[in-house]
């Protein structure tokens, strides 16, 4: 009798528990987009762009931590697309990275369905085209991840949302811009900046309530400098990360890069400029924007508010402002800063290098000597399938080399759950910025010249700020420190367009060789086979 009851206790206990987790499921959320062209005069003169459902910038996802995302992407462009999800970890699921070294481009009039969840983060985030140079034509967009009401945020709730892509914009076709880099010509300066991909922008409040902004530098290769006119702002995320609320005047924004501050209309009321101004550039660009008290009749005056006078040095010492709020929570129920970074020993030390070399007569862009391309099979392809010959994990060194330039499909091979320190030295006179797939980092120094290992002693080991895109000065360097607990093959690359589309990019292959479903998921069922992986099944 006993024998006969602890069975069927088991299976009533497990059919409880298989209901309750089926109930407990985060919701879906179902989209679909069709990508094509279309003609806007966004600078006064007609030119094409990529629009997603009619819409330029993109639309809008709004969507809670730990959302499941099924979207349908059908693309009506004449080229191959694919969209990345800028920021977004993907834990788990580099099969839906969206970038060329993880999945097949969608070829023209055919569609493929991303599935990913929004995993236990929050914040402001962006998606933009990773095919050619696509960005410049647009297919942008804002993708942002509000906090679960159960989880409570370091701030009180603002009375309104505010999502601007600024960034700066260019004239020519993008298939232009593309031909030119392809015959060995660096990128051309902007022709302007937008906000919302306008030139002109109203946002609206009321006298004394408390707004979300929410900005994002979607633009293809310019540093932004943001301000509102007599007005202060309170930095309260960046980049899915709680921050000290420190007021600013100004806030430099670097290319794919986010943040999110609060702005109290505490000014008497009228209209005051939004402005958003290239920065450490020659000829400075500028665009507005309006912010409107709604009980006022009074149109913007003055002058537009300039960006700060000072360049580089200014800019470093605002970033290093920049730092964790420790006992805030984080997208689970936990205080950001219970993972202490700081006390962890790196298992090995990076240093990338950035060049401009010209290999075969033409200008390229490199890392550690080496000026990435891609192979016609995603890496990531080669690698479940075991295709040889697509990617080399020796054609990249993990200090720079000081060799001649070359071509090669760079991959760096690590281990999951390493924990590494990175280092990206820029030797150039150009402003960079740096961008990794599948993670954040903590982002614990800055520094101008040469980095060395006496340079620690300079790092922030107690709250530096968690990001997934870093700015790296001139003659100068910038060190991270990242733990490599999300297996796949993740992109590491330049996030100026030009840079990345020329060779400024690689890739960092996380790896365990017993395949387990609780590290990674296994293939799609509706895998794109392309290249060499044709003819193949999962």
């Given at each position: ?180 880099l392809d015959s060995g010509k660096s990128m051309p300066f902007p022709d302007g900046v937008l906000i919302n991909g306008q030139t002109q922008a109203t946002f609206a409040g009321d006298q004394g309530k408390t707004y979300m902004f929410r900005i994002s530098n979607v633009g293809l290769s310019t540093s932004l400098n943001f301000r509102i ?173 000081g060799r001649a330039a070359t071509l090669a499909t760079s991959v760096m091979a690590t281990s999951l759950h390493d924990f590494i320190e990175v280092v990206f030295q820029n030797n150039e006179n150009t402003m960079q910025a740096w961008h990794l797939d599948g993670y954040d980092f903590w982002v614990v120094g800055f520094g101008s010249g ?89």
């Amino acid at each position: 009798m006993v024998k006969s009851f602890i069975p069927h206790l088991v299976f009533g206990v497990l059919a409880v528990l298989g209901v309750s987790l089926m109930n407990a499921e985060d919701p879906y959320l179902y989209f679909t987009w069709t990508v094509t062209y279309g003609t806007r005069s966004i600078l006064g003169v007609p030119q094409q762009v990529i629009l997603i459902n009619g819409q330029f910038p993109g639309p809008k996802l709004d969507v809670v931590t730990n959302n499941n995302i099924i979207l349908n992407l059908i693309n009506k462009l004449d080229q191959p697309f694919l969209m990345t999800w800028n920021g977004i970890k993907q834990r788990k699921n580099s099969w839906q990275d969206g970038v060329l070294g993880t999945n097949c481009p969608i070829p023209p009039n055919s569609n493929y369905t991303y599935k990913f969840q929004a995993k236990d983060q929050i914040g402001s985030y962006t998606y933009f085209p990773s095919t050619l140079m696509h960005r410049a034509a647009g297919g942008f967009g804002a993708l942002n991840i509000i906090h679960r009401s159960v989880i409570p945020i370091p701030y009180a709730n603002p009375d309104g949302d505010f999502t601007l892509l600024v960034g700066d914009w260019f004239k020519a076709n993008h298939k232009t811009l593309q031909q030119s880099l392809d015959s060995g010509k660096s990128m051309p300066f902007p022709d302007g900046v937008l906000i919302n991909g306008q030139t002109q922008a109203t946002f609206a409040g009321d006298q004394g309530k408390t707004y979300m902004f929410r900005i994002s530098n979607v633009g293809l290769s310019t540093s932004l400098n943001f301000r509102i006119q007599g007005h202060k702002m309170k930095l309260v995320e960046v980049e899915g990360s709680h921050v000290i609320q420190n007021l600013y005047d100004s806030l430099d924004v670097h290319v794919g890069q986010s943040i999110t501050i609060l702005v109290t209309l505490d000014q008497p009321p009228k209209n005051y400029y939004i402005v958003a101004s290239t920065r450490f550039t020659k000829t400075v660009l500028t665009a507005t924007a309006v912010l409107h008290y709604a009980n006022s009749n009074a149109p913007v005056s003055g002058p537009v508010p300039a960006a700060p006078a000072n360049g580089f040095d200014w800019s470093m010492e605002q970033a290093r402002t920049y730092r964790w709020n420790l006992t805030s929570n984080a997208a689970r129920p936990n205080p950001q800063g219970s993972f202490h970074y700081g006390t962890i020993t790196p298992t090995k030390t990076i240093v990338l290098a950035n060049s401009a070399p010209l290999i075969n007569g033409k200008l390229r862009y490199a890392v550690n000597g080496v000026s990435y391309i891609n192979p016609d099979t995603p890496l990531k392809l080669a690698d479940y399938f075991n295709i040889p010959g697509v990617f080399s994990t020796n054609s990249l060194s993990e200090l720079p080399s000081g060799r001649a330039a070359t071509l090669a499909t760079s991959v760096m091979a690590t281990s999951l759950h390493d924990f590494i320190e990175v280092v990206f030295q820029n030797n150039e006179n150009t402003m960079q910025a740096w961008h990794l797939d599948g993670y954040d980092f903590w982002v614990v120094g800055f520094g101008s010249g040469q980095w060395t290992p006496d340079k620690r002693k300079s790092y922030n080991l107690v709250d530096a700020l968690t990001r997934h895109t870093t700015q790296v000065y001139p003659n100068s360097w910038t060190a991270i420190l990242v733990s490599l607990d999300n297996q796949g093959m993740w992109n590491v690359r330049s996030t100026l367009w030009d840079r990345q589309y020329l060779g400024q990019q690689f890739y960092l292959r996380v790896w365990n060789p017993v395949r387990s479903l609780a590290n990674e998921y296994d293939i799609p069922s509706n895998v794109l086979l392309c290249g060499q992986a044709v003819g193949r099944h999962p």
